[in-house]
């Protein structure tokens, strides 16, 4: 089980820290990895140009508003790192029952079927198991990625 997982399930926990722990220092450090993350292509770019001194250049040249910000936005939209598939309306609809309900134990069959949306929106390659904190992180996943579809 990786550790943001840990971390996402439990910010509330790790916020109330005192700064001064390892435990903290590790979360603040997972946070800040967390929010520089790239989300896609224009955000990449953006880094490459701040580093190579290309940003500053095009600053001095166009001014400070030089469409750069509207440009991240459209390459980020156009070529994402994380792009998920659509549920299909089958799969929203079984997930919506199955997400009614609170269950403490899934099945095999339950699990099956999990697995199988995970796999197919998320593209992966995760195996059934009798691993608890794997299948709880499938449906952590799948759960954040349904309610994202509701908001």
Same mark, same amino acid.
């Given at each position: ?33 967390? &929010?520089?993350?790239? $989300?896609?292509?224009?955000?990449? =770019?953006?880094?490459? #140009? /701040?580093? !190579? ?31 998920? &598939?659509?549920?299909? $309306?089958?799969?929203?609809?079984? =997930?919506?029952?199955? #997400? /009614?309900? !609170? ?49």
């Amino acid at each position: 089980m990786d550790s943001i997982s840990k971390y996402e399930e439990n910010q509330e926990y790790y916020e109330t820290l005192d700064k001064r722990t390892k435990q903290y220092k590790a979360y603040k450090e997972w946070k800040e990895k967390r &929010e520089s993350a790239s $989300e896609g292509v224009g955000d990449t =770019l953006e880094k490459v #140009f /701040e580093v !190579t001194g290309v940003a500053d250049v095009v600053k001095f040249i166009a001014g400070e508003d030089c469409g750069c910000t509207e440009r991240k936005a459209k390459l980020n939209k156009l070529f994402p790192f994380n792009n998920p &598939e659509c549920f299909t $309306e089958e799969e929203y609809v079984w =997930l919506s029952d199955f #997400f /009614e309900t !609170t269950k403490s134990i899934v099945d095999r069959n339950t699990q099956k079927k999990l697995v199988d949306i995970y796999n197919r929106v998320f593209r992966k390659r995760q195996r059934l198991t009798t691993c608890s904190s794997c299948v709880r992180q499938v449906y952590n996943d799948l759960k954040r990625y349904f309610d994202s579809y509701n908001s």
